[in-house]
Nanobody, 114 residues
Framework: VQLQASGGGLVQTGGSLRLSCTAP????????MAWYRQIPGKQRDLVAS???????TYADSVKGRFAISRNNAQSTVYLQMNSLKPEDTAVYYC?????????WGQGTQVTVSS
């Protein structure tokens, strides 16, 4: 099964977007969930993660601007992105953490215009 992210789009610098990803409960429950992003030609990087107790981690580049959360009842993980910068432009993916290759979906494109 591939995990599908949604909520991306085109936004101006300083704007906000909220990404979401719903996973089957057998994947979601008990696993640390995470958001990753990839710029063409570069490796896919971890952006943020959240465990089942809502303990979070963030990449330094997004601390204070992004917030990851999860709804265990709905098996959904969110990424609230505020104060977006052009360097946040990427395809964003959700997966477990550490990632499991079969779960990679197509991601959702986030484009921040300057």
């Amino acid at each position: 099964v591939q995990l599908q992210a949604s909520g991306g789009g085109l936004v101006q610098t300083g704007g906000s977007l909220r990404l979401s990803c719903t996973a089957p409960s057998y994947i979601f429950s008990g696993n640390r969930m995470a958001w990753y992003r990839q710029i063409p030609g570069k490796q896919r990087d971890l952006v943020a993660s959240v465990d089942r107790f809502s303990v979070t981690t963030y990449a330094d580049s997004v601390k204070g601007r992004f917030a990851i959360s999860r709804n265990n009842a709905q098996s959904t993980v969110y990424l609230q992105m505020n104060s977006l910068k052009p360097e946040d432009t990427a395809v964003y993916y959700c997966n477990v953490n550490p990632p499991y290759d079969p779960y990679w979906g197509q991601g959702t494109q986030v484009t921040v215009s300057s």
